[in-house]
């Protein structure tokens, strides 16, 4: 029974092994699929990611973008017309070139690793006019990239599912807005349904999207004091619309290419950071409106008596429109106990022979771990109260996650001690544009980490040198280690 | 305005530029995309196949399916295990053999062009003793096939949208009693929800699924007289079992081999019969349950009070939890009405300075085609009326179409005729073995039509001879034109 004992590893002291194990006994994916860097993702993961992706769809569709699904595969020759996009994901590109009995496709079609180049060409059929824009749109789709970094559960694979948004307005300016907008749902929905902390960057110079002018990435922090890259929204370069032709008449009837924007939240790489930001050493902890099932009704010693008192209440709870579980196996009662704890269901209902004759139920709830006896009359009541509060309190939890994680390094030393201690390491830095690229490389050898970027809404003003190479500051910097 | 005038083709005379025009008129999908056979669904189909697949998945998981997402890919030496599924699906596989700058991958892949081989390879790592049976799962996935057949948006496309189930059973009575139950689910979404009237037939033997032993599928009859195959379900050959080596042990202990079975909706091919079955000559007519919107406030001659207004109705629609547009779009009145019923959205609310200053709404339903006036105070009672009754009216229509659709042949110039006139013709037949191919060829070569199948609960007997070879008739089958 090893297998059931539960996670054997400590989340903060082994933060990977944890992972490992939490994603093989919750059953959340499987990797033992055979092909290198694809897993099967099982039931107890999909439910989650299904109400993510219906949460974020919602919002989306409410601030005006339409939903496509546009063909998986992308000709080449699309993917040839703008340079910088050709050069950034040629090499992660999967080609499928023939059909049948081997017999070659007229032209080799990519798997889109991103949807860019089979978006704007339609954009240029759909878009004629100033009165079109802004032209919002989103699909959910998955994407394939031949990663050659090590593959890991939800965090990278060389399939993952996301939903990308593309948007072309009329002027710089009106772009930009929908960049803003982009962070804006990344709080409404990452952080406040989601409930996962996060700094938002702008990208150095060197670290932007293949493309892109200007791009902004939601940074999370791990317990290990990584980060890991969730949505990133870009204002891309005209060079896209000019290479797909994408233009409107504006009210004198004069022909103007249009800004492109574009937003990428990948919904089975944020789940990762679901599992990673509200888990404990006991396992997981599903915030309530993402929990796969909200309520499992654990029975004690079943019997015919106990299992149907056991689908009353559940018939019940299911009226008031909660998900709920029935757990009649013969596992012992401490099993039982453990194995739901780890699987992360926000509550727990304990029904057994001593509290079917006191019209009683055991409540166990997963963010506070706190256990009470309730009378059977209270149940709707509890529980629609407990589900009121139940993500205010794991946010608050995840937030703290944040605090006295930033420090400020005045030199060399202090940024590879900050990020030995597991910390982001703000400090004055000589430039973002390529100039800089220099010093994000000492930092990067030095210190195994990275620049992750600028913050809009910076206070704090420079007055001093670059940490590393000593020349006038114009910048504030941010700096951790990454996935 | 040419293309603002509405549809021009009679279903009824010319069904398939009527099918052409709906689809690109009310902007379902464009076809326009570079890449033979593959389109770009537009919101006004993907809003309603969002909701589709809601439906589908609800009923699915109530019956005890758990959802999964498998990768995209199908390794060769998977295809490969089950002799009958290479034979049958090779010819129209898409393989991915490269990577990045050509480099070969070192195997090559496929595109599932249906996910047996990926899901029972899995089955036989997470199947070991009966008490895991039966394994129910299903998946939403796209599915890519290279037809060869001419290509037909939603019909017939080389990547279509569906949900496929698989399960594993102790013994061929469960499995059979699976493919009931999935006969069950078809009638009570296809035909309760999306409003589809059909009929199930087995299939010959010479028109099963590759790799069944059994196969019956939903036929859907169109205004041309001809079929549409919609979701089949498959009792498959132990030798996907066996292939696969998915057993499990027995209560004493002994490896027994699993029987499989697999049902395929495809959503976006049952789309087509939406569109076929409920159109008439303005267009569209959704089912109120998977409308894309369910109403629109069309505003006469807008200005300000009357947007204002506009925007206050749904406002209070939408929380009674309807769905609703406005359209205060510069169109006159009649291209207005034109429009949205061509768009099929099941009730327009007609407002206009009149209107307003009565305190009084328009009120037009596309399933009867009429038109009301109401006090302003009535409308949420006045909708919730409609939205409760709208679909029973359609669906009555609908079941219409089966209605003196079917006839008997007593000979092979019955069947002919019966077929010319667009008739399903019903008659006696030697065998659906194939020993019958032959006369199954005489059909298909002399009146383009084809042995559809036998039903399960036919009540008619055999009495005499098959009316093709003359020979001894053991059973009855159904034969039509088909897409």
Redesign the interface.
């Known amino acids: 029974m090893a297998e059931e004992q539960g996670i054997t590893a400590k989340k903060e002291q082994n933060f990977s092994e944890w992972y490992t194990q939490v994603i093989q006994k919750a059953e959340l994916a499987?990797i033992?699929?055979?092909?290198k860097g694809?897993?099967?993702?099982?039931?107890w993961s999909?439910?989650s990611?299904?109400k993510m992706y219906k949460h974020l769809e919602k919002v989306l569709q409410k601030k005006g973008h339409?939903?496509?699904?546009?063909?998986?595969?992308?000709?080449e020759?699309?993917f040839k017309m703008e340079a910088s996009h050709i050069e950034g994901f040629?090499?992660?590109?999967?080609?499928?070139?023939?059909?049948?009995?081997?017999d070659p496709?007229e032209?080799k079609?990519a798997?889109r690793p991103t949807s860019e180049t089979?978006f704007y060409?339609?954009f240029s059929?759909?878009i004629r006019s100033h009165k079109d824009l802004p032209f919002k749109t989103y699909q959910r789709a998955?994407v394939?990239r031949?990663e050659t970094k090590a593959t890991r559960p939800f965090l990278r694979s060389r399939?993952f599912?996301w939903i990308e948004t593309h948007c072309a307005h009329a002027t710089k300016e009106d772009a930009m807005k929908q960049v803003y907008e982009d962070m804006a749902t990344t709080q409404e929905v990452l952080h406040d349904i989601y409930g996962l902390p996060f700094m938002f960057f702008e990208r150095p110079e060197w670290d932007k999207f293949p493309g892109a002018e200007r791009t902004f990435a939601a940074d999370v922090l791990n317990p290990d004091g990584r980060v890991v890259q969730q949505p990133s929204t870009h204002l891309l370069k005209q060079s896209f619309a000019k290479a797909f032709n994408v233009k409107y008449k504006d009210k004198e009837g004069k022909d103007i290419f249009t800004w492109i924007t574009c937003y990428g939240p990948a919904i089975s790489r944020i789940f990762a950071s679901v599992i990673i930001v509200h888990g404990d050493d006991k396992g997981l902890r599903f915030p309530w409106k993402i929990a796969p099932k909200e309520i499992v009704i654990a029975v004690i010693r079943p019997n015919e008596a106990l299992t149907k008192k056991a689908e009353k209440i559940k018939e019940k709870l299911e009226e008031e429109g909660f998900s709920v579980e029935i757990d009649i196996s013969e596992k012992s009662m401490g099993e039982k106990f453990y194995f739901w704890e780890m699987k992360g269901i926000p509550v727990r209902i304990e029904l057994g022979e001593k509290e079917l004759n006191e019209k009683k139920l055991g409540i166990f709830r997963r963010d506070t771990a706190k256990k009470e006896k309730i009378d059977e009359k209270e149940l709707v009541k509890t529980i629609k109260k407990i589900s009121q509060e139940y993500d205010k309190n794991l946010i608050e939890q995840a937030d703290q996650l944040f605090k006295n994680k930033i420090i400020t390094a005045k030199d060399k030393k202090g940024i590879k001690q900050g990020i030995e201690a597991g910390k982001i390491v703000k400090c004055e830095f000589c430039t973002t544009s390529n100039h800089g690229k220099n010093c994000a490389e000492w930092i990067e050898k030095e210190a195994q980490a990275f620049v992750r970027g600028t913050k809009l809404d910076e206070t704090e003003k420079t007055k001093g040198s670059c940490v590393i190479c000593g020349k006038k500051s114009t910048t504030i910097v941010y700096i951790a280690r990454s996935y």
Do not use: C, K
């Open positions: 499987d033992r699929y055979n092909v694809f897993i099967v993702f099982q039931p999909v439910l990611m299904e339409n939903p496509y699904w546009f063909p998986t595969v992308i000709p020759r699309n040629t090499p992660e590109v999967f080609w499928v070139t023939s059909h049948g009995d081997n496709l032209e079609l798997l089979a060409q339609m059929l759909w998955q394939f031949y399939e599912h």
